[in-house]
Structure formats: structure tokens, C-alpha cells
């Protein structure tokens, strides 16, 4: 199940690592994101010390209870999130809004980094829906397939039209 | 008999097939819509795969047809527990009001829109800019025919009849500068001017894919980030919803949502579905502080418990335009209304009251590739045919002279001796009937045969 | 020995008498008896399509008085579409008489259909040695689920079947959107021949007389002469029997 959710992310035009364990997920996020740069990191990123990681990595944190959150957002170059749960078929990754996790961080940066635990996922939209369903919603539950995309300019798709251009997606061990 | 190529006995009016006559021969246009028959191959593919889904679905659609004033209030009432705000709009004007109103009691300056059939059905966008707004539309295809001055010409990707050039050359005009043919650039350019439309608007209007009558759950489907956007930044989020969008329980999404997206796009799902459960709450840093619903009637319930019923399942998927062999070669605009292809045939004249679109029943050869296509079910090509029989209105003069015709012609047709002298004529005039020239100007036509196959057998068996 | 009634439908009696003699020689061919009730006109499809469904109506009670009887097992017509008319429309149309149109309706087929899927014979004795790309025709395709059976009673008479790009999109024709929208029509007639001819076949053959007026009628006005000729499956079925 795992197999096929890699599979159809990364045929949605995603980058996937993973699954891996939370030391190498920090090591590969900080890796991936550039010194210098404004990185927005939700409170819901299920990876102990990361803020630390990032700082000592040069980059500037943008908290989402920092009163300049709204603000300062649309000149973040990287968005970090958890996630509420994925399903492997069709591909698509689920977050949830609420407070310290906002919609916006992986909606404005060009680039998305997206943690998700493998425990999380599930194998159809069906069995996610009933499941969500029954419990207590989140103001906005939003599906994920990968980076922003259109088809309007004769057909062909073409990335980064209003949200990000670029999804990195990180595994994260089951526990 | 008219003179105008047997109009009077098959077609009501000449204006569609005078602008499919148009489209057909426009060489650009037939270009692009080359680009539509990849669309065409998945709505084939997709129409045959998952027959238990679209049962399924179909079920669905119906259970919601049969009580859709209950669903109606208990998604109203699921709403309002959470704290939106809902309206009821008995017509176009209605909508309009309530939205522009809703705009003017908060100050408001801007408007960006996410694409929605339903805000084009009420001409929203110029009720906007009538009361002083700007309204911006956001999904690229849309932008770039609101640039245009256009409608748009298929609901899930409206500049589909444009070409890139074309396309280059009204987004040029707009950043009044040079801008090149090419998708990435114009990509990005769009991206820039748009991101500073999102991050000012103060309101943010939206369709609704599917809205969730259990839960109070708004669904919206988009693949460009457009719907996140319209429904994050701006203070105020007004959702249009047509009253069928409304299903019995979120869990349905789960088949619906599938269906939807491999049906219009090919995609197993959108990039983005956004599920809305209330405006933002306390806390959250991001999320429109007030939701407004506004559920749209516009006739649409004078169809339940007609024959037309089943229209009201239509999830507005685009299928049956990407099969449709008329609208593959003619494009949305030749229909001249809102909605096109044979879903559009079907509406128009319907939500009309038979004002409008009265002759586009009749551009259609009635090959049922849309009922086929169709992944609820709707029995598009035999409602296309019955509304041939319903509009015009019965006692128009152009019906009553095509009855008048036909009438004569099955009187004379129900008995034998009937049909043989009419035959006999249609010979001894060797074929040649006024109203023929519509066939002949491009197809030979084959004559009668100097003997019938009855005549032949009659003779044979005596 | 299986006996049939033929529903000719009037665009063979008075237009192509010789497919409707062919449809005879195929069936009799196959073992079956056939009988041509005389009284029969036509199945009222055009009134339906012209939105005139009090005229169809007219025609259609006609009909099942003329074919509502024992005295044959079934009734075949060589056309998907008049087929369709009886077996799809006639039991909406007639709100009295229902019940006998559902009757004659589940006695009427499609003369591919009767042979292949009732009478069970692929193999009438039919001997071709050609190459053929088959049309299938909007109603018998939708409306009655054929498209197999042409093929199969053409490669059992050795022809060799190619199919062509999109065999299942619509020629065009439509009835009286053929006169109303003649543009379409005919782009539609022409992209059908393109395809047709891609697959360089001898014979486009198809089950519906009313495509293969339209399409024939477009090619010999455009040609090129060369390109697969519009023929009927009965017509060039027949041509393969013995003499």
C-alpha cells in the first residue's frame, strides 16, 4: 500500500523519501531547505527539534502564531506540514486545519514539504471519507495530490499556477 | 413548406446551425479543439471502467433527487450549527442581489473569483462590476476568457478553444507587454498577477462541487490552488451552491469525488479537494473569518417529478461534452448559452422556461455517446429527444406547421394505399423534393428505386 | 424451420430494394423462412426525431397491427436503428398499447442480432475474400448492444476485418439533424471516411442503411473513388453465397 501511494505521488509529480525515521526525516528536510531562506513551519510536524535544525541550518523561521504570520507569508520560500492522514489510490495526502496548523503554509511557498506517517495511511478515499466522516471535522480538510497545476493552455499540464510548484513528501516510519 | 432548406419541418430556428455552420468552417478554432480528443479517449476510458461505481453513484444521485427539499434543510441546518450563514435564492436576480449586497455591507473592494458554472448561469461578474466592485476570475482558463470578453467554452476547461498564441496574445494585452508563446512563462506571469489579486481581495466566491447535507461540509474541487486561495485569504467566503449539488453524507465524496475527476479529466483525483466545515475558528492563523451560502434554485425544482428529473444528478463532470461528436467539432461557444454540449441542450431550454436555447435539441444526431459517457446515468440523448417534442411551445406558429406536416405525412404513411401513392409521387419527381438543397449541397443523394423491394416481392410470390 | 417476418423499413423498400433482397437470401441462407407482410409502411422514426411524437405514434400502433402476430417467430430488419424505434421507443410511445408494444418488441431484432445471438449461426455459408473495416451505427451499437456480430459473421466468411480509428463515433447522419445541420453533418461524414480509409480496406461495411446513404452519398461527391466502399453486411454477406 505504501508501494503504490510512492508510486502514484511521484506520479503526480512529487518528490518522495521514505519511509525513513524521524532523524533522517529532520536530516533530509534540512537539507533540502536553502540558507537564508523565510521557511513557515506548522506546530503539527511530528519531528522533535526540527525549528532547531532549521535555525542552526541559517534558515528564518516564520511560527504560525507569530503576529506577522499573515503577513510575512507570501514571501516564505518553504511551506512545512504534517498531515492528517494519506490514501494510497487514488494518491492524494490529507491536511487539517486548526489552530498552529493553517491552511496558507502549504498553499503560498513555491515549495511544500509534506511529512506524513506511514501508520496514517489508508488504502482507498472511500475508507478515508467514511472514516473522517464520523468523527469531528477540521474548519478545512484539505486533499493534496501534489504541486499546483492547469491544463488550460491547450491541454497540456503545466505546474506552480497558484499554489506550490514543487511537493516533497517524507515517510515517516511506522512506531 | 419553407424555403429555407426544410427548416419548417425539422428545426425551429436556424441560429445554431448557423454558428456550428461558422464554427466548423473557422480553421484556428478546429485546430484547437484537436487538443479535446485526448479528452474524448478518457471519458471513453473512464465510461467504461468502474460500471459498479457509477451505479453507485447513480443511486446516490437519485436517493437525493427524491427528497431534495429534506436534504435541503438538513444541510441548511448542518450549516447554520456551524456557524454559516445560509440564503435561499429563488432566482438568478435573487442570488445576485444577496451576493452584491453581502459585498456592499462589508465594504468591500475586490473579488476574486474560483471557477463556477453557477456564478456565470446568474452573470455574477457583472453585477459585480455594476455595483462598483472588481472581480477578478482566478482559474486560469477563466481569467484568460474575462480578458477575452468571453464566456467560457467547456466548464472544466474554459479557454479549450483558444490556442496558445491566442492565449499569449490576450494575457499580453493585459500586462501590456511582450510576453512569449510559451506555456511556462505565461504560467508565471498569470501566477504573479494573480497572487496579488488573491492577497488583496477582501472577498472570496466560489462554486461547490458537492456540499454535504450530514456534516454541513462545503466540497470544492480545483487542480491550480485557485479554490485554497479563494477560500484562505479573503475575509469573507460566499459559496454559490445550485440546490442539486447537495448529497446525503460527506462518506458519499468517497465515490463521487473519483467518478467527478476521472470523468473530466482522467485524474483518479483533482490535485486539490478542499472540504469546508465552517469559517475559521478560534485560533487558526488563516481561513475566512465569515461563510455565506447561497443555494440557487433557478427552476431547477419545477423538474422534479418530470420526466427531466435525472438532469438534477449531474455532478458537472464534462463527459458528455468530451464525447459529444457535434460539440468536438463545434465548441462551447456555438451553443451560446452558459452550459453546452448535450448536458447544456438539456438545461438551457429547461432553466429557461423555454426562453432560450429552444433550438438546441435539435443540433444533435441523437448518437446517445453522451448517455453512454454519462457517469450517473442520466439518459441525456433520450431527454434531448423528448425536449423536441416540448419546445418550442406547442402553440408557436413554427410547431404548429411542423405538425401540421407530420400529421398529414403519418396519416398518409399508417395505411398502405397511403404510403404507396406517396412513394409513386416521390418518384415519378425522380427525388426531387423542395427543402432537399441542405443534403445536396454537399452529399449526392440517391434516387428512388424504379422498383420497391414490395413491388419486386409482390411480383415474385404471386 | 425458424420463420421470420422481414420489417424491410421504407428507406430499403423504396430506396435500396436490393439490400432488402440480400437481407432475404442471408436469412433463407441460415435456414430460416421468411415472410414479407405486405401492409407494413414504416416504423414512424423520423416523426419521433422531428419532435412529433402524436405522428409516430400513428405509424407505430400501424406497425404492431401489422407484425403483432403469430404467425411468425420474429421479426428482422436489416437496421439497428428501426429496430431501436420498436424495441426502445415504442413502449414509451404508446401509453395505450403498451403492452403489446413490449411483446413485439421482445420478438423484433436486428438481422445481425437475430442471426448471431438467437438463431446462433456465425457461418451462413458465406465465402469473401476481402478486407473490411465495419462502422458501427449509433442506435444498434446503444440502443441494442451489437458490434461483435458483424464482426464475427464477416471473419467466419474469411473476410479480413481492420478497424478504424473510432469506430464507434457517429457518421453523421442523425436523421433530420443531417438536413438541419448540414456542417456538422457532413464533417462528421468526412472525418468517418478518413478514418475508414486509413485502414485501406475494400468495404466499409455497416448495419444501417441511413449511415450508408449518408456516407456514400458523401463520398461519391468527394471521393477519392478509391476509398472503402459504404456497403451493407447483408448486401455483401449475400454477394458471398453461392449463386
Known amino acids: 500500500m505504501i508501494d503504490v501511494l510512492v508510486a502514484g505521488l511521484r506520479a503526480n509529480s512529487c518528490a518522495v523519501t521514505g519511509p525513513v525515521g524521524v532523524d533522517e526525516a529532520r536530516a533530509a528536510i534540512v537539507e533540502h531547505v536553502a540558507p537564508g531562506a523565510l521557511v513557515a513551519c506548522n506546530d503539527d510536524v511530528p519531528i522533535p527539534d526540527l525549528t532547531d535544525a532549521l535555525r542552526d541550518r541559517g534558515a528564518e523561521l516564520l511560527p504560525p502564531d507569530d503576529p506577522a504570520w499573515f503577513a510575512r507569508l507570501p514571501d516564505a520560500a518553504f511551506g512545512i506540514t504534517g498531515s492528517r492522514l494519506a490514501v494510497a489510490d487514488p494518491a492524494a495526502i490529507a491536511l487539517a486545519a486548526a489552530p498552529g496548523s493553517p491552511r496558507g503554509t502549504s498553499l503560498l511557498p513555491p515549495s511544500h514539504l509534506c511529512i506524513v506517517r506511514v501508520d496514517d495511511v489508508m488504502a482507498t478515499l472511500e475508507d478515508a471519507m467514511t472514516m473522517i466522516a464520523a468523527r469531528e471535522l477540521p474548519s478545512a480538510l484539505t486533499w493534496i495530490g501534489g504541486p499546483s497545476r492547469t491544463g488550460d493552455l491547450e491541454m497540456v499540464t503545466t505546474l506552480g499556477v497558484h499554489g506550490p510548484r514543487a511537493v516533497e513528501v517524507i515517510l515517516l516510519d511506522g512506531l | 413548406m419553407s424555403a429555407h432548406d426544410g427548416h419548417a419541418i425539422t428545426t425551429p430556428g436556424a441560429d445554431f446551425r448557423e454558428r456550428t455552420a461558422s464554427a466548423v468552417a473557422d480553421p484556428v478554432l478546429q485546430q484547437a ?14 465510461a467504461a471502467a468502474h460500471p459498479g461505481r457509477k451505479e453507485r453513484a447513480a443511486a446516490i444521485r437519485r436517493e437525493t433527487l427524491r427528497d431534495l427539499d429534506g436534504w435541503l434543510d438538513r444541510l441548511e441546518a448542518a450549516l447554520t450549527a456551524r456557524g454559516v450563514h445560509v440564503y435561499r435564492a429563488a432566482t438568478p436576480a435573487e442570488a445576485r442581489r444577496t451576493i452584491v449586497d453581502l459585498a456592499r455591507a462589508r465594504g468591500a473592494r475586490t473579488v476574486v473569483k ?9 452573470d455574477l461578474g457583472n453585477a459585480l462590476v455594476d455595483a462598483g466592485l472588481t472581480s477578478i476570475e482566478t482559474d486560469l482558463g477563466e481569467y484568460i476568457v474575462q480578458l477575452a470578453g468571453e464566456r467560457p467554452s467547456h466548464m472544466i476547461t474554459p479557454a479549450i478553444h483558444k490556442t ?4 499569449r496574445d490576450v494575457l499580453a494585452a493585459e500586462a501590456n507587454r511582450e510576453l512569449p508563446v510559451d506555456r511556462e512563462a505565461l504560467t508565471e506571469w498569470a501566477h504573479q498577477r494573480l497572487r496579488g489579486e488573491f492577497l488583496r481581495a477582501d472577498i472570496g466566491v466560489t462554486g461547490v462541487n458537492f456540499a454535504a447535507a450530514d456534516t454541513g461540509t462545503l466540497v470544492l474541487v480545483t487542480n491550480e490552488g485557485n479554490g485554497r486561495f479563494c477560500t484562505t485569504w479573503p475575509r469573507t467566503h460566499i459559496a454559490l451552491m445550485p440546490v442539486e449539488k447537495v448529497i446525503p453524507r460527506l462518506a458519499d465524496t468517497g465515490v463521487l469525488l473519483p467518478l467527478l475527476t476521472t470523468h473530466a479529466t482522467g485524474q483518479s483525483l483533482s490535485n486539490y479537494v478542499t472540504m469546508l466545515s465552517g469559517p475559521r475558528r478560534e485560533g487558526e492563523a488563516d481561513g475566512p473569518d465569515e461563510l455565506h451560502v447561497v443555494f440557487l434554485d433557478n427552476r431547477r425544482r419545477t423538474l422534479l417529478g418530470t420526466k427531466y428529473e435525472e438532469m438534477l444528478a449531474c455532478i458537472r463532470c464534462g463527459a458528455c461534452l468530451n464525447v459529444c461528436p457535434v460539440y468536438r467539432n463545434v465548441s462551447g461557444h456555438a451553443y451560446d448559452a452558459v452550459y453546452s454540449g448535450p448536458m447544456g441542450k438539456v438545461l438551457t431550454p429547461l432553466l429557461s422556461g423555454g426562453a432560450e436555447g429552444t433550438d438546441l435539441p435539435y443540433g444533435s444526431s441523437l448518437c446517445h455517446a453522451c448517455s453512454d459517457a454519462c457517469p450517473v446515468r442520466i439518459p441525456l440523448g433520450d431527454m434531448i429527444l423528448s425536449l423536441r417534442a416540448d419546445v418550442p411551445a406547442p402553440q408557436s406558429a413554427p410547431r404548429r406547421r411542423r405538425r401540421v406536416f407530420w400529421t398529414v405525412w403519418s396519416r398518409a404513411w399508417a395505411t398502405p394505399s397511403g404510403y404507396r401513392a406517396t412513394t409513386a409521387i416521390g418518384r415519378i419527381s425522380r427525388g426531387k423534393v423542395p427543402g432537399l438543397r441542405a443534403w445536396t449541397a454537399t452529399r449526392d443523394l440517391p434516387r428512388p428505386a424504379r422498383r420497391s423491394f414490395r413491388d419486386r416481392w409482390a411480383e415474385e410470390h404471386r | 424451420m425458424p420463420k421470420v417476418a422481414l420489417f424491410v423499413t421504407c428507406v430499403a423498400d423504396q430506396v435500396f430494394p436490393e439490400t432488402a433482397a440480400a437481407t432475404v437470401r442471408v436469412l433463407e441462407a441460415a435456414g430460416v423462412e421468411v415472410v414479407f407482410p405486405e401492409q ?17 405514434a400513428r405509424l ?9 402476430s403469430r404467425a411468425f417467430d420474429a421479426v428482422v430488419a436489416p437496421s439497428g436503428s428501426c429496430t431501436a424505434m420498436v424495441c426502445h421507443h415504442y413502449p414509451e410511445l404508446l401509453t395505450d398499447g403498451h403492452d403489446r408494444a413490449v411483446s413485439v418488441a421482445a420478438r423484433t431484432y436486428e438481422l445481425t442480432q437475430y442471426l448471431v445471438d438467437v438463431l446462433g449461426v456465425v457461418d451462413i455459408g458465406a465465402r469473401l475474400d476481402t478486407t473490411v473495416t465495419v462502422h458501427d451505427a449509433c442506435h444498434g451499437l446503444r440502443n441494442l448492444g451489437l458490434g461483435s456480430q458483424a464482426r464475427r459473421l464477416l471473419e467466419a466468411a474469411g473476410a479480413t476485418v481492420v478497424e478504424m480509428s473510432e469506430p464507434d463515433t457517429c457518421c453523421g447522419f442523425g436523421g433530420v439533424f443531417s438536413f438541419g445541420f448540414p456542417e456538422v453533418s457532413t464533417r462528421l461524414a468526412d472525418a468517418k471516411l478518413g478514418h475508414a480509409a486509413t485502414t485501406k480496406a475494400r468495404y466499409l461495411v455497416s448495419g444501417d442503411l441511413a449511415c450508408l446513404m449518408h456516407l456514400e452519398g458523401r463520398r461519391t461527391r468527394v471521393g477519392p473513388p478509391t476509398s472503402p466502399e459504404p456497403i451493407h453486411i447483408a448486401e455483401l454477406l449475400a454477394s458471398g453465397l453461392p449463386a
Not at chain 2, 479543439?33 to 473512464?46: G, P, Y
Not at chain 2, 496558445?164 to 492565449?167: E, K, V
Request: glycine share 6%.
Open chain 2, 33 to 46: 479543439l484537436h487538443n479535446l480528443d485526448r479528452r474524448f479517449r478518457t471519458a471513453s476510458e473512464a
Open chain 2, 114 to 122: 474560483s471557477k463556477s458554472m453557477a456564478t456565470e448561469e446568474i
Open chain 2, 164 to 167: 496558445l498564441a491566442q492565449i
Open chain 3, 60 to 68: 407505430a400502433r400501424h406497425h404492431l397491427d401489422v407484425f403483432d
Open chain 3, 40 to 56: 407494413q409502411t414504416c416504423c414512424g422514426q423520423p416523426a419521433l426525431t422531428a419532435g412529433e411524437p402524436g405522428a409516430a
